[in-house]
């Protein structure tokens, strides 16, 4: 039992507090040279931020390092939603259609270095260690996946392609109720970013540390610069996209479809829902955000 219990000691020390290693060139974690987006592999679906206007008016959008004016409410930055940059993408289906039950895939070969099943995004999060031919390391985050839905486990290597979940039915709480009368707003909050833990990096609002996946914006410095300059958050499409064909002429890989970035004129949106949703009994949330419930803040 002792060498058991010593065993089990050194495992902890060696996979530290959120259960997997992550950060080593491991000569396990296969190179990651081509690229996906994470959504539409399989169903040939095209799938995009939403970038919507009434009149003259910016009324929504939710793609990477951008104000999102549909959002309401506070945030553990002390400031109101619409004035916080988002550190992601959200992803819709470009033809109107619920975003809700598409398939999420692993962006590109790697490792699955989060699955926690028991925290609210709301819906589960899933972060994948890649490694670029560059040796260095990037991470594909996918947020708002249905809890009932994630075929993938911590430790686990994934190939491009994967199915790792399927996106989580959320009903819209933005502030144009009446451009959404679907009252929809189920979407993949997709982030790209060249470090693992967020969980403690916001050093001039504590009260949004606390989760290893971050709170999906940042305030004041820009995603791009957060926490660090070409060490932080990146766009996800553009990293994506330009890592989604193959660079040597001879390989006969095949790169999955691209998924369009064209602004969905047609279809009045959604945004993040900031409502509380009856998922995880087990973790009371501290959390705030569209992202995170809106909770005291
Ligand atoms: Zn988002």
């Known amino acids: 039992m002792r060498v058991l219990a010593t065993g089990m ?28 987006p994470p959504l539409g592999f399989r ?23 951008v104000m999102n004016p549909d959002l309401v409410g506070s945030t553990c930055f002390g400031r109101p939603w619409e004035t ?35 925290i609210n995004y709301p819906g589960l999060v899933v972060i994948v260690e890649h490694l670029l031919p560059s040796k260095e ?3 594909s985050v996918y947020i708002h996946l249905d809890d009932n839905t994630i075929s993938v486990e911590e ?13 989580l039915y959320q009903r819209y709480a933005g502030r144009f109720p009446d451009q959404h009368p679907d009252g929809d ?8 970013r ?15 540390n606390g989760r290893v996946p971050g709170r999906g914006y940042t305030y004041p410095i820009h995603p791009d610069d957060f926490p660090e300059a070409d060490a932080g958050y990146t766009d996800p499409s553009t990293f994506v996209e330009i890592r989604s064909v193959t660079r040597t002429p001879t390989s006969t890989a095949t790169p999955a479809p691209t998924a369009s970035r064209t602004p969905v004129s047609a279809v009045v949106t ?12 087990l973790l009371p949330l501290l959390i705030c955000g569209t992202e995170w419930m809106a909770v005291g803040y």
Do not use: K, W
């Not at 530290?16 to 040279?33: M, S």
């Not at 940059?85 to 999420?104: F, P, Q």
């Not at 707003?185 to 790209?192: G, P, T």
């Not at 959604?270 to 009994?281: F, G, K, M, N």
């Open 9 to 36: 000691a050194l495992l902890i020390l060696v996979l530290g507090p959120a259960g997997i290693a992550h950060g080593q060139n491991d000569a396990t974690l296969p190179v990651a040279d081509l690229f996906s």
């Open 43 to 65: 169903d040939g679906l095209s799938y995009a931020p939403r970038i919507e206007y009434a009149g003259n008016d910016l009324i929504e959008n939710t793609d990477y390092g």
């Open 84 to 118: 916080i940059y988002h550190a992601g993408e959200d992803l819709y289906r470009a033809d109107g259609e619920s975003t809700a039950g598409a398939e999420v895939t692993a962006v590109a070969d790697g490792r699955v270095v989060y699955a926690n099943l028991f």
């Open 137 to 139: 390391l990037v991470y």
């Open 155 to 167: 430790g686990e290597l994934v190939e491009r392609g994967q199915r790792v979940g399927t996106v």
């Open 185 to 192: 707003d189920s979407h993949l909050h997709f982030e790209m």
């Open 194 to 208: 060249y470090f693992y833990d967020a969980s403690d990096i916001y050093e001039d609002h504590l009260a949004c």
């Open 270 to 281: 959604a945004t993040d829902s900031p409502l509380p949703t009856p998922y995880s009994p």
